[in-house]
């Protein structure tokens, strides 16, 4: 996943919790007056300062920009201090300067299909809540969406014929997540289908072994992504993802 390394000096310009587990940061400033439209689903990485390796960059979802304003929404999940990014975004105030990288691809849903099957876990929801926006008024199919807490069930803008699943996971950290049965337990439905899937590593591999063997998916209709991995950091996981058999 290659991200155009151009560098942007923005700084808080408001942060609020979204839900008890989601962190919404909205970034602004003059920098932002070339950062390109259409990039929402995309992502930006954005640079924090970690214990013991000095500077790192970690990714997240651009879930609005608003080129008027120059202003631009990021969703992070609040998942405490055992991450450079997480333990940032608990400490970040108004005002504070951000320095962030990108904007990377946009790996929307395929839209030529008869359904669709979305699904993922809080760190997708920004992703997944824009390719369902985008989706035609008469798409059906489902989503999957995997919350810490009932009260992180955001309100989506999905249409009417694609059924939205929450399931609950108190604890993201302890594998398997409910996700991957859930999604296999659906009824699967008539026609070509076109999945996205994002999420933690395991229940990514496990969902895209799901489509490619037993579904027979093409890889056109198929987006499976890792955004994070249990017990590693996001440098570990990149290596995990490199070094895996199945091919990502
Ligand atoms: C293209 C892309 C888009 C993404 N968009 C978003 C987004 O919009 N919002 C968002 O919140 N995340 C998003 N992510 C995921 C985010 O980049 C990772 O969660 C990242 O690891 C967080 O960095 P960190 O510094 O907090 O933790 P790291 O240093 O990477 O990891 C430290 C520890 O935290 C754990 N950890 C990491 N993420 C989580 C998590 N979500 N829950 C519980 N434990 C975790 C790891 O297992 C590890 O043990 C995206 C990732 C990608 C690749």
Redesign the pocket.
Known sequence: ?RVAREARNTRVISKKLLTPNMVRLTLGGDDLENFPEGYEGG?IKVV?ESTGTGI?S????V?EFDPEQLCLV????A?GD?????RWAGQVRVNDEVNILGP?ACKRLNQEADWFLLAGD??AL??ISVNLEILPENARGYAVLEVIDPGDQIELNAPKGLEVVWVRNDD??RAPSPISDTVKNLVWLEGQASTWVAGEFDTSRSLRQYFRHERKIHRDFMYV?C????????EGMKVAKKNDSEAW
């Open positions: 996943m992502y924090v790192v970690r990714s997240f979802t879930r990021i969703d992070m999940v998942h055992h991450g450079p990014a997480s990377g809080m760190t920004p992703a993201p950290l992504s955004y994070w991995k249990i017990g590693d950091t996001d």
